[in-house]
Nanobody
């Protein structure tokens, strides 16, 4: 499966942005999908993930209550709605997919074997 993230941009503190991860290739609806982010000089960190059914999600503590992950399997797309953005949310955001079925708090442990290119989100004051 090939993944392509899009929708990043510049947004003010407290603002909102929705980024997308579009998939092509094999049946995307059977994949666990996660969002990760990375800033220069730091390790990539988990942000959010969603099960193949779309009914199970998991978030990093730093974004829980502000970010919402969702998927539209008919459109082969996973979204990350980001609200109440903070400067520390500034990063390159990557989407990734796993063929393994994980649920709940274990979603971040899925073996993400497929990665898209990142999309840059910049939050300024």
């Amino acid at each position: 499966v090939q993944l392509q993230a899009s929708g990043g941009g510049l947004v003010q503190t407290g603002g909102s942005l929705r980024i997308s991860c579009a998939a092509s290739g094999r049946t995307f609806s059977s994949y666990t999908v996660g969002w990760f982010r990375q800033t220069q000089g730091k390790e990539r960190e988990f942000v959010a993930a969603i099960s193949w059914t779309g009914y199970s999600t998991h978030y990093a503590d730093s974004v829980r209550g502000r970010f919402t992950i969702s998927r539209d399997n008919a459109e082969n797309t996973v979204y990350l709605q980001m609200n109440s953005l903070k400067r520390e949310d500034t990063a390159v955001y990557f989407c990734a997919a796993s063929e393994a079925n994980y649920y709940g708090s274990m979603l971040y442990k899925a073996p993400y074997n497929y990665w898209g290119q990142g999309t840059l989100v910049t939050v300024s004051s």
